[in-house]
């Protein structure tokens, strides 16, 4: 038998994702749609944030004190797209990722794109899956909506003609930018026939439509 640390990962015969709250984090939700994608079995294991003990629980989990966190035996992994990532990587078969090159590469940058920006979207419109309204963006948000909607309409055209995703076919790009599907769809943000058909077509997916059906139940 190989040595623990020479062993590919997975080790255990189940992963556990530490979240918070599905109504609200988006963060969480983001692993969580990778993860199923593998088949891979997992449980979950919900803090609930803003909570008293919260705070103790997270740093308990959490290498960072923060949600998410992939924990596969000793070894944790936080921050949601070095999840995704690493799930990536242990999961070839289920090509999260692109399998063409220059398609594989620009996934990649978008995704980043996404994880390190867009912060005046994220502060104005948070995700939250229990709410419908109508609200119009300030200008540094709708400029942030602009260019999401640009990257879309550009990976559409490009790499998207093998299906309904971004790529196609689900890949990490798709996780990293649902969590902004729901919040146009919650702001009632109008959006170009391309746009809202991704929109659409991420949100009727089933891992989607469980994720927003358990979100509904947390009080």
């Not at 419908?132 to 550009?154: F, N």
């Not at 769809?185 to 891992?207: E, H, I």
Request: hydrophobic share 45%; net charge neutral; charged share 25%.
């Amino acid at each position: 038998m190989l040595p623990a640390m020479t062993r590919p990962r997975p080790h255990a015969p189940e992963l556990v994702l530490v979240i918070g709250d599905k109504r609200l984090s988006s963060w969480s939700l983001r692993p969580w749609l990778a993860l199923r994608a593998t088949g891979y079995p997992f449980v979950e294991r919900k803090i609930r944030l803003d909570r008293p003990g919260s705070r103790a629980e997270l740093a308990a989990a959490s290498p960072s004190g923060r949600v998410p966190v992939l924990l596969d035996g000793d070894l944790a992994v936080w921050e949601s797209l070095a999840i995704c990532e690493t799930l990536a990587e242990w999961f070839p078969a289920a090509r999260l990722w692109p399998t063409e090159p220059a398609a594989r590469a620009h996934a990649r940058a978008v995704a980043n794109e996404m994880h390190a920006g867009f912060a005046d979207l994220r502060r104005e419109l948070p995700m939250d899956l229990a709410l419908q309204t109508s609200k119009a963006p300030s200008p540094a948000a709708q400029r942030d909506i602009d260019r999401i909607c640009a990257l879309w309409r550009e990976c559409r055209a490009r790499f998207g003609a093998g299906g309904d995703m971004l790529f196609g076919t689900w890949t990490i790009a798709d996780c990293m930018y649902a969590p902004v599907a729901t919040r146009l769809r919650s702001y009632g943000v109008p959006l170009d026939a391309v746009c809202q058909g991704y929109v659409d077509a991420v949100l009727d997916t089933p891992a989607m439509r469980a994720w927003i059906a358990e979100a509904r139940l947390e009080d």
